[in-house]
């Protein structure tokens, strides 16, 4: 019995170090490798197109006699923009021309005359600043600078419907707006903007009809789609 006790401890030592040898011995597991996270670049020029729609309020007065009366035209537009954005950190900085031509178009009866009034927006340019707050590639933005308009003035017969004075003018103001943009590949993306256009009365002569002081407001809506060029998002690990 004796015997048979002293085989199992000696046993037991010589298995003991081997146990923990193979205990101690673990796998070598690489690590993974880390992911780049993608930061989108809004920096670089760019080009789009834009379409939507809008509407002009315009108060017509006849100079020396009074008013005669407001309507809104309304309507579509679609055009294009040009610009260029520069980035830092978050914000960022931009400077855009946009073209437009449009289709507003709306009139009056006159309250002093047998007439009625149309006004009609043909095109409109607005040339502003913008500055921006960028969530990687979702950027909020708001704008400001100048606005031109051209614009078309009827005055027809409410009896008869003729034309009996036209005429037409380009007229300068200022513009404010907003804009909501998501990039959704490296080089696209795609927007939706508010502009507010506000213009100073400006006098418009209809010859031996007289002369009406116009003021005018506008509001446009548009859907836009850019394209910059330059390189490929940011690649930050």
Same mark, same amino acid.
Do not use: C
């Given at each position: %019995? &004796? &015997?048979?006790?002293?085989?199992? *401890? ?5 298995? +003991?170090?081997? %146990? ?13 490798? %880390? ?16 379409? @939507?729609?809008?509407?002009?309020? $315009? ?9 005669? @009366? +407001? ?16 980035? *830092? ?8 021309? !946009?073209? $437009? ?13 047998? *007439? ?19 969530? $990687? ?39 404010? @707006? ?34 009406? +002081?116009?003021? !005018? ?13 330059? @390189? ?6």
């Amino acid at each position: %019995m &004796k &015997k048979l006790l002293l085989i199992t *401890t000696a046993l037991v030592a010589l298995g +003991s170090p081997a %146990m923990a040898a193979d205990l101690a011995a673990r796998p070598y597991t690489k690590a993974p490798p %880390m992911v780049a996270a993608a930061i989108y670049d809004w920096s670089g020029f760019y080009i789009g197109l834009n379409g @939507g729609g809008g509407w002009t309020h $315009n108060t017509w007065d006849l100079v020396g006699g009074g008013r005669e @009366g +407001s309507n809104d035209a309304s309507g579509g537009t679609v055009g294009g923009q040009i610009g260029y954005r520069w980035q *830092t950190g978050p914000i960022v900085f931009g400077v855009e021309a !946009q073209g $437009n031509w449009a289709d507003f178009s709306g009139d009056h009866l006159s309250a002093l005359f047998a *007439t009625r009034n149309r006004t009609k927006t043909d095109a409109f340019g607005l040339f502003t600043g913008q500055i921006g707050y960028a969530w $990687n590639n979702v950027l909020l933005y708001a704008k400001g600078g100048a606005a031109v308009v051209d614009n078309k003035y009827d005055i027809f017969s409410s009896v008869n419907g003729a034309n009996l004075a036209s005429t037409s003018n380009t007229r300068w103001g200022g513009t404010v @707006g907003a804009g909501f943009e998501y990039g959704f590949a490296p080089n696209w993306s795609v927007g939706a903007e508010y502009d507010h256009i506000f213009l100073d009365r400006q006098t418009v002569s209809f010859g031996a009809f007289g002369s009406d +002081s116009i003021k !005018q407001d506008a509001d446009l809506f548009t859907a836009r789609l850019n394209y910059r060029f330059g @390189g490929p998002i940011i690649a930050k690990y």
